[in-house]
């Protein structure tokens, strides 16, 4: 039945496989890349834009704020908006009931900067040696 506590949770975890999946395949399709052949130029103010509305509409009890320029063009590898993914999800998992999540965009030079940060505890340092 549609209402049966034990489908929806496996329903959820089957999903959780699957999301895994796919970041493990989106993984391995980075490490065999060859640089050059796997990049294509953003608009990373409207990717995070993009990215941030998504999040905002599907996490209810986060807030997510987007910072910097209407436009700033970087070039980047192609898997970049999974990056951006990962890193919104991440803030929205592991800081609390009620997050706040910033995003921002810069220019610094001949590069683009894209940041995320948010009002959680950080990374224990023993992991921070891992990254």
Same mark, same amino acid.
């Given at each position: 039945? =549609? *209402?049966?506590?034990?489908? #929806? /949770?496996? !329903?959820?975890?089957?999903? &959780?496989?699957?999301?895994?999946? *796919?970041?493990a395949?989106?993984? %391995?399709?980075?490490? &065999?890349?060859?640089?050059?052949?796997?990049?294509?130029?953003? =608009?990373?103010?409207?990717? /995070?834009?993009?990215?941030?509305? &998504?999040? *905002?509409?599907?996490?209810?009890?986060? /807030?997510?704020?987007?910072?910097? $320029?209407? #436009?700033?063009?970087? @070039?980047?590898? %192609?898997?970049? $908006?999974? /990056?951006?993914? +990962?890193?919104l %999800? +991440?803030?929205? !998992?592991?800081?609390? $009931?009620?997050?706040q @999540?910033? @995003?921002?965009v810069? !220019? !610094?030079?001949?590069?683009?900067l894209?940041?995320?940060?948010? *009002?959680? $505890?950080?990374?224990? #340092?023993? &992991?921070? %040696? @891992?990254?």
């Amino acid at each position: 039945p =549609d *209402d049966d506590p034990h489908v #929806a /949770a496996m !329903e959820r975890r089957l999903a &959780e496989i699957v999301d895994l999946s *796919d970041a493990a395949r989106r993984a %391995e399709r980075l490490q &065999e890349s060859d640089g050059e052949a796997s990049r294509t130029t953003f =608009d990373l103010s409207a990717l /995070a834009r993009d990215r941030v509305r &998504e999040f *905002d509409t599907a996490v209810g009890d986060a /807030a997510f704020s987007v910072g910097g $320029p209407d #436009a700033v063009e970087a @070039v980047a590898h %192609e898997l970049l $908006p999974y /990056a951006l993914d +990962n890193l919104l %999800e +991440n803030a929205v !998992e592991h800081c609390g $009931p009620s997050p706040q @999540v910033r @995003v921002a965009v810069r !220019e !610094e030079g001949d590069r683009a900067l894209l940041t995320v940060a948010d *009002d959680g $505890p950080g990374l224990p #340092a023993h &992991e921070r %040696e @891992v990254l």
